[in-house]
């Protein structure tokens, strides 16, 4: 999506992959169906998940950009407002808490 230049498309595919991740983690601890939420910091806060500085910021981040991503008052204006290196930033840090919420997971 980086390629194809649509930088709000990938930051809401990388909040997709993330909440994913936390909803396995949320069956995983409660052996319960999640909530119907796309909350990161939800499931961040219920289930008492204490990220890398870097990590829970992120988070806080595409909280919003993920309502923004799905829901663009401007999708045009939302397009230029997001630089590309931004994006590969948010990419980086969010892989790098998707390890580390598959590593609790497998413990």
Do not use: C
């Amino acid at each position: 999506m980086l390629e194809s230049n649509l930088p709000a498309h990938a930051t809401f595919t990388i909040h997709l992959a993330l909440e994913k991740i936390l909803k396995a983690y949320y069956i995983h601890k409660t052996s319960k169906n999640p909530p119907k939420t796309h909350s990161l910091l939800f499931f961040t806060g219920a289930l008492a998940i204490t990220l890398p500085y870097e990590g829970q910021n992120l988070l806080e981040e595409l909280e919003g950009m993920g309502i923004e991503a799905r829901y663009p008052p401007d999708l045009d204006q939302t397009l230029q407002e997001l630089p590309i290196e931004r994006v590969q930033n948010i990419l980086t840090i969010a892989k790098q808490v998707f390890v580390w919420i598959k590593a609790e997971l497998l413990q």
